[in-house]
């Protein structure tokens, strides 16, 4: 399974756009890109998933480049209740089923 | 989507003995997961279970150290045997839906904090 790197903190204000992005030098043909959102004291969620270009859905937008080799998930218009880590993750069904690795996230910090 | 419960949502043990958690899930799915994650750390696949088979163990996880159980297609049960305060930490389970087509998506419990004193 393909190994992520993202930044360890982001900071950001209400109302701003933030844009994290993870690379992932070995992705394989057949993986797919894929985010969860973590708060505290709660399992985590998935938010959206994609495998190239762009995908967007009513939380946030993933864009990937044609090389695949990262991915930027872009958070519009932040609010304090999007302060959570953010995980991505890349990975497909092996073995009949997909298993998941996460890396050690973004904690995202949005301030007043 | 799944829901999913955990029982308990935390306890405080002794050293040495056992814990059981158990995951309730609200609908019948194919594949459920542990996972262990520590104070401020990100998330460990323990093993995946099947059901109706032994649990798939990742490594640096054994059986005897966590036994799982799953019995039918709504339940599982993780044990954490006898515990030291290295095992401190979040336990969380997962599942994979039956007939999901996006890869990747897994619906997580609430998880389990466990403290060993």
């Known amino acids: 399974l393909a190994k992520t790197t993202q930044p360890i903190s982001m900071d950001s204000y209400e109302g701003q756009e933030v844009n994290i992005t993870c690379s992932h030098n070995?992705?394989?043909?057949?993986?797919?890109i894929t985010w969860y959102q973590q708060f505290p004291s709660q399992g985590p969620r998935f938010i959206i998933q994609g495998y190239k270009t762009k995908v967007t859905n009513e939380v946030a937008s993933l864009f990937i480049p044609a090389d695949r080799k990262s991915s930027t998930l872009s958070l519009p218009r932040v609010s304090l209740s999007d302060t959570a880590v953010y995980y991505c993750l890349v990975g497909g069904v092996t073995g009949g089923y997909n298993k998941l690795i996460f890396g050690a996230g973004t904690r995202l910090a949005v301030h007043p | 989507s799944a829901v999913i419960s955990q029982k308990p949502s935390r306890d405080i043990c002794q050293r040495g003995t056992s814990l059981t958690i158990q995951c309730q899930v609200d609908?019948?799915?194919?594949?459920m997961f542990w996972y262990r994650q520590q104070p401020g750390q990100s998330l460990t696949l323990i093993a995946t279970a099947n059901q109706g088979s032994e649990a798939t163990y990742e490594s640096g996880f054994v059986i005897d150290k966590f036994p799982i159980s799953r019995p039918n297609l709504t339940f599982s049960t993780l044990t954490v045997s006898n515990m030291s305060p290295e095992d401190s930490s979040i336990y969380l389970c997962?599942?994979?839906?039956?007939?999901?087509?996006?890869?990747?998506?897994?619906?997580f419990g609430p998880g389990t904090r466990l403290t060993v004193l």
């Open positions: 997962s599942v994979e839906a039956k007939g999901i087509i996006l890869h990747n998506e897994q619906f």
């Open positions: 070995n992705i394989a043909t057949n993986d797919y």
């Open positions: 609908s019948q799915v194919t594949m």
